[in-house]
């Protein structure tokens, strides 16, 4: 298939016009009259994949290798160094973030790996409503995400309704009308403000909870005439 054609459809899929302004979903590097015969589906790419994987390859991740204007390429740092091994392997880049968050990701976490039936969705935010006990949530998103370790600020006894965004979503609290917000990523500053104004916060990380992109994905890639590969993207903290 023609690198037009995939795009073309990840756009009807999840269109890239849905994307927030700071993001820079799309095509990244390659040619759209480029021929491709496999894809690599990964939430990020790295030195040890682009060096392991074929010539010729589509990666479809989940995070922007690019973010805003490059004004300097300088291959020893990143991103200018990745950038360098694609060019040199012909490899491509697409990268579907705040666009799939919109159309899949965010319900796919919220009902297919943490169980809750959405009740409203909203944007970036799915929402559940019912009845939880402190622990018992807890030890629930804990083993459904595989958390070693888990933040939460100001916790309730007793919880009514959930809300989650998955990724970096702290900074959208404002707009969270639930007794408690999951969301990856949470400042010190975010901590403060949720406490002031009652919001139970529960970190889920950011790798935990977009982890699943390339599976999500791969399922809607199935009906092209494609090789697709999930690749096990590794979380860049260790423990």
């Not at 933040?151 to 639930?178: F, H, N, Q, W, Y």
């Not at 970190?203 to 005439?225: D, R, T």
């Amino acid at each position: 298939m023609k690198l037009q054609e995939i795009y073309d459809f990840l756009k009807e899929l999840s269109p890239f016009e849905l994307q927030e302004k700071w993001d820079n979903s799309g095509m990244l590097i390659g040619e759209m009259s480029r021929e491709i015969d496999q894809v690599v589906l990964s939430l990020d790419v790295d030195e040890a994949l682009l060096e392991e994987s074929d010539e010729g390859v589509l990666f479809i991740v989940h995070h922007p290798l690019i973010f805003g204007g490059l004004s300097a390429l300088d291959f020893s740092k990143y991103p200018a160094k990745l950038i360098e091994i694609m060019i040199k392997k012909r490899q491509s880049l697409i990268a579907m973030h705040t666009n799939f968050d919109l159309t899949h990701l965010n319900r796919y976490v919220f009902e297919k790996i943490l169980g809750f039936k959405v009740t409203k969705q909203d944007a970036f935010f799915c929402t559940t409503e019912g009845e939880w006990k402190r622990e018992e949530l807890l030890s629930h998103i804990q083993d459904r995400l595989g958390l070693s370790v888990m933040k939460v600020v100001a916790p309730k006894e007793e919880i009514r309704s959930i809300t989650l965004t998955t990724g970096a979503g702290a900074s959208l609290m404002d707009s969270v009308e639930s007794d408690c917000f999951l969301t990856g990523d949470i400042k010190y500053h975010d901590a403060m403000k949720a406490k002031v104004q009652n919001l139970m916060l529960i970190e889920i990380g950011h790798y935990e909870s977009e982890q699943f992109f390339a599976e999500v994905l791969a399922e809607e890639l199935k009906v092209l005439p494609l090789l697709a590969i999930i690749t096990n993207s590794k979380n860049p903290f260790e423990m």
